[in-house]
T-cell receptor, first 113, second 119 residues
Framework: ETGVTQTPRHLVMGMTNKKSLKCEQH?????MYWYKQSAKKPLELMFV???????ENNSVPSRFSPECPNSSHLFLHLHTLQPEDSALYLCASSRRGVNEKLFFGSGTQLSVL | AQTVTQSQPEMSVQEAETVTLSCTYDTSENNYYLFWYKQPPSRQMILVIRQEAYKQQNATENRFSVNFQKAAKSFSLKISDSQLGDTAMYFC????????????????FGKGTKLSVKP
């Protein structure tokens, strides 16, 4: 257990559904991240939030909408997804300005039908 | 742009033996960090070891050590006395030094090596 919790663990949704992924960290970190892990592709950084402000958006389609209400919580809102969006979505956190170590959650396995 | 290449999609090793996983990277940066992460079936990415590029000494963490060859842009991971619990996907990753204070977390990952430790 690294102190980063993601829910749900699995999610199946249709292309017209709206759902949200949740991430919570109990480590006192001030930066949080969303990564996408697709089959046969390297992990890709999607978003970075530092001190609750989005500092990085890696050309992610607008059907993915992140939200960081406070330094402990991070959401990824999903709407009108495509089947190619099926992947493992990993959340991570770190203490920006102290070291570069990222702590990851166990991810949400998303299937879009 | 930085790239990370892991040329071994799968490897296997007998319990208690030693195995080396390969990683090469391409960058024009002089200051950067390199990492090995482990992802067991639980899916959680766990940091195994990290190396600062400005340090010539190879990093070690218990049974895990790296062979960092900066000129060759090579960063291999050696696992000694392999244990069944080492069975996992192993990912090599790169981060620019400047990203530490700025867009921190922009890890560039390789595609991974699936390691199986056999009893």
């Amino acid at each position: 257990e690294t102190g980063v919790t993601q829910t749900p663990r699995h999610l199946v949704m249709g292309m017209t559904n709206k759902k949200s992924l949740k991430c919570e960290q109990h480590l006192g970190h001030n930066a949080m991240y969303w990564y996408k892990q697709s089959a046969k592709k390297p992990l890709e950084l999607m978003f970075v939030y530092s001190l609750e402000e989005r500092v990085e958006n890696n050309s992610v389609p607008s059907r993915f909408s992140p939200e960081c209400p406070n330094s402990s919580h991070l959401f990824l809102h999903l709407h009108t997804l495509q089947p190619e969006d099926s992947a493992l979505y990993l959340c991570a956190s770190s203490r920006r300005g102290v070291n570069e170590k990222l702590f990851f959650g166990s991810g949400t396995q998303l299937s879009v039908l | 742009a930085q790239t990370v290449t892991q040329s071994q999609p799968e490897m296997s090793v007998q319990e208690a033996e030693t195995v080396t996983l390969s990683c090469t990277y391409d960058t024009s940066e002089n200051n950067y960090y390199l990492f090995w992460y482990k992802q067991p079936p639980s899916r959680q990415m766990i940091l195994v070891i990290r190396q600062e590029a400005y340090k010539q000494q190879n990093a070690t963490e218990n049974r895990f050590s790296v062979n960092f060859q900066k000129a060759a842009k090579s960063f291999s991971l050696k696992i000694s006395d392999s244990q069944l619990g080492d069975t996992a996907m192993y990912f090599c990753a790169f981060m620019k030094h400047g990203d530490y204070g700025g867009s921190q977390g922009n890890l560039i990952f390789g595609k991974g090596t699936k390691l199986s430790v056999k009893p």
